[in-house]
């Protein structure tokens, strides 16, 4: 199916490909989403609404960058996820890209997708202690990253 987007024009989504995301991402009314990997924005990828073609958030994987992030997610959202194991999510979190080089990452609500139904959702971690606005310095890149 074709898709309009405000930033990258018109694309190509394959149905396969489409989230879901039955409670939205909180403030939003958009429920279905795909990823988008653009090339020359490595290490982000875009969480593109289908629904909205304006909407589109910027996501990170975020264990390259932060070597101590340790989420805990609580059973209801995995069990909403259709999910046993947190280990079988695909861990993204939300960036804010200000003018110049601040970056900030959400660790506090990630977002979650359960690549075998395609299901998706920000949860709450149980571990609050981490800020929705952590800095975020790509030069700290661990040595064993990779793209994703």
Not at 138 to 143: H, M, Q, R, V, W
Request: glycine share 2%; net charge negative.
């Amino acid at each position: 199916m074709k898709i309009k987007t405000e930033r990258f024009g018109e694309i190509e989504v394959e149905e396969r490909k489409i989230l879901r995301f039955p409670q939205s991402i909180p403030g939003f009314t958009a429920t279905q989403f795909t990823l988008l990997t653009i090339e020359e924005h490595h290490p982000f990828r875009w969480l593109q609404s289908v629904d909205d073609p304006n909407l589109a958030f910027v996501i990170l994987d975020p264990l390259p960058y932060f070597k101590d992030y340790k989420p805990v997610v609580s059973n209801m959202d995995l069990t909403f996820l259709e999910m046993t194991a947190q280990s079988e999510a695909l861990l993204f979190v939300i960036c804010v890209i200000k003018d110049g080089p601040s970056i900030t990452a959400n660790l506090l609500a990630p977002v979650l997708i359960n690549p075998k139904n395609n299901l998706g959702k920000q949860v709450i971690l149980l571990n609050q202690d981490y800020p929705i606005r952590q800095p975020l310095h790509l030069y700290a890149k661990a040595e064993k990253a990779e793209a994703v």
